[in-house]
């Protein structure tokens, strides 16, 4: 079973820094990959960032690149994202998810609110 809790959501003008928390409970954390996504109202759910087991590979959206920043502490079981320069196109609730690789099952939090005002 893998459980994951995403925090550190809030209300923030453009130009702010964020940083999104995510703790798993799971079995052989270190494992899975980990990656976020996030849902604005009224539109699909868009791929946001990823980082590998060891933390050593990680992708960015085109749109988060060069502001966000993904990192994870194993020890910990756990994820950040550290958000800077924020804009009101961030506005989402964004979603932590961990997965095993390419084809397997991919587990989600229940998300976390970011509203980014302008």
């Known amino acids: 079973q893998v459980l994951l809790a995403e925090t550190g959501g809030g209300l923030v003008q453009a130009g702010d820094s964020l940083t999104l928390y995510c703790a798993a409970s799971v079995r052989a954390y270190s494992n899975y990959s980990m990656s976020w996504s996030r849902q604005a109202p009224g539109k699909e759910r868009e791929f946001v960032a990823r980082i590998g087991w060891s933390g050593g590979v990680t992708v960015y959206s085109d749109s988060v690149k060069g502001r966000f920043t993904f990192s994870r502490d194993n020890a910990k079981n756990a994820v950040y994202l550290q958000m800077n320069s924020l804009k009101s196109g961030d506005t989402a609730v964004y979603y932590c998810?961990?997965?095993?690789?390419?084809?397997?099952?991919?587990?989600w939090g229940q998300g976390t609110q970011v509203t980014v005002s302008s």
């Open positions: 998810a961990a997965d095993l690789g390419p084809g397997t099952s991919k587990y």
